[in-house]
């Protein structure tokens, strides 16, 4: 080997620890399963869309409990219109534990 560093071919050698330097960008731009979601605005856990308040609308899991028996407790009747989102119950849960969460990083 000569005392540049170079091979005979006037190459850098390579070896498995080395490979093609990375073509730009910044480590964090790149979106993987870990950092997916990270810096966006999410809707709170309350919120008609959040992960405990999208249970309670229509198609949730206990929303939809109502829709199933119908009558007064379907989303349209006496007693369930007064949990959606816009219902007196729904709408004020909404007001004060809904809207988007601001994600700071």
Excluded: W
């Excluded at 709408?91 to 700071?104: L, W």
């Amino acid at each position: 080997m000569n005392p540049s560093g170079m091979g005979s071919s006037g190459k850098v050698p390579q070896n498995s620890h080395t490979g093609a330097k990375a073509t730009g960008g910044k480590v964090g731009s790149v979106t993987t399963p870990a950092t997916a979601g990270l810096g966006e605005d999410k809707p709170k856990l309350l919120d008609s869309e959040g992960a405990i308040g999208k249970q309670f609308t229509e198609d949730g899991v206990i929303g939809s409990i109502g829709q199933n028996i119908g009558g007064p407790l379907h989303s349209e009747g006496m007693i369930g219109k007064e949990f959606t989102p816009k219902g007196a119950i729904g709408g004020r849960v909404q007001d004060i534990f809904g809207g988007i969460e601001k994600r700071s990083n």
